[in-house]
């Protein structure tokens, strides 16, 4: 009995199910990375709080 069969790609049971584990594994890791570093609150973090509502400063003006 063959596990998958992708046109003359035949693989065995424990091989394709190694390979799907792989798969879930990897694609897994995306998402866990995709929610830990959160890019929008992450460049949040850099601008001013909401309190103070003055402009940005310059390039040659101090933080």
Known sequence: MTGLVIGNLELDVLTSTVFV??????LGSF???S????M???L???L???NSR???P???EPL
């Open 40 to 42: 929008i609150g992450a």
């Open 54 to 56: 003055k402009p940005l």
């Open 21 to 26: 584990i792989a798969t879930v594994f990897f």
């Open 48 to 50: 001013p709080k909401r």
């Open 44 to 46: 949040k973090s850099l």
């Open 58 to 60: 310059g390039p040659d």
């Open 35 to 38: 929610r830990t570093n959160d």
């Open 31 to 33: 998402v866990y990375v």
